[in-house]
């Protein structure tokens, strides 16, 4: 156990809809990560929040969007979903910009 | 363009026989080398960081070592609960970010 949780475990909805993933970090991380994993793409980073403020983004599309809270919380909003946003969306969580510690993952199927 | 090379995509051993995985890549001015191990569904489990050429870490039947161009992750007398799949990542120097770029890793079955 990492010590990172993601909610929900699995996500199934429609094309077109709207949906939020959630992450609680590590007892005392400050950076949270999202990354996106699919078969054909590997794991690809999103975005990145350190102690609230975005710190780095990646291949993140327009419809998605991020943010942290001041519990350091963050939520991955994906919204006019397509079926090629079907994937694994990981999140982690770092004290700083060291090893990255990974949570269980939130599977989502578009259909 | 930053990139990571894992190699093989996939490596079928015995239960007791050792082999390297290999990880290649180009990054303007490596800031860290990470190794993690990834089960089926689940997220990466972090292994191993390495900075700079030369530098090797060990846990369990596993060794990482790092050169300039290339990382191997060396696995000893490996098990059947060694399978996974091994991912290797890298952050750039420049960067002021955590982000990691990944490979497509390496899918480790140990038959016993």
């Known amino acids: 156990d990492s010590g990172v949780t993601q909610t929900p475990k699995h996500l199934i909805t429609a094309t077109g809809q709207r949906v939020t993933l959630r992450c609680s970090p590590r007892s005392g991380d400050l950076s949270v990560y999202w990354y996106q994993q699919s078969l054909d793409q590997g794991l690809q980073f999103l975005i990145q929040?350190?102690?609230?403020?975005?710190?780095a983004k990646g291949n993140i599309l327009e419809r998605f969007s991020a943010q942290q809270f001041p519990d350091l919380h963050s939520e991955l909003n994906l919204s006019s979903l397509e079926l090629g946003d079907s994937a694994l969306y990981f999140c982690?969580?770092?004290?700083?910009?060291?090893?990255?510690?990974f949570g269980p993952g939130t599977r989502l199927t578009v259909l | 363009e930053d990139q990571v090379t894992q190699s093989p995509e996939a490596l079928r051993l015995q239960e007791g026989e050792s082999s390297s995985l290999n990880c290649s890549y180009t990054?303007?001015?490596?800031?860290?080398l990470f190794w993690y191990r990834q089960d089926p569904g689940k997220g990466p489990e972090f292994l191993f960081t390495?900075?700079?050429a030369g530098e090797e870490k060990e846990k369990e039947r596993l060794k990482a070592t790092l050169t300039k161009k290339e990382s191997f992750l060396h696995i000893t007398a490996p098990k059947p609960e060694d399978s996974a799949t091994y991912l290797c990542?890298?952050?750039?120097?420049?960067?002021?970010?955590?982000?990691?770029?990944f490979g497509q890793g390496t899918t480790l079955q140990v038959k016993p």
């Open positions: 982690a969580s770092s004290r700083g910009t060291e090893e990255q510690f």
């Open positions: 990054v303007s001015g490596l800031r860290g």
């Open positions: 390495l900075y700079s």
């Open positions: 929040y350190y102690n609230g403020e975005e710190r």
């Open positions: 990542a890298v952050r750039r120097g420049s960067s002021n970010t955590g982000k990691l770029i």
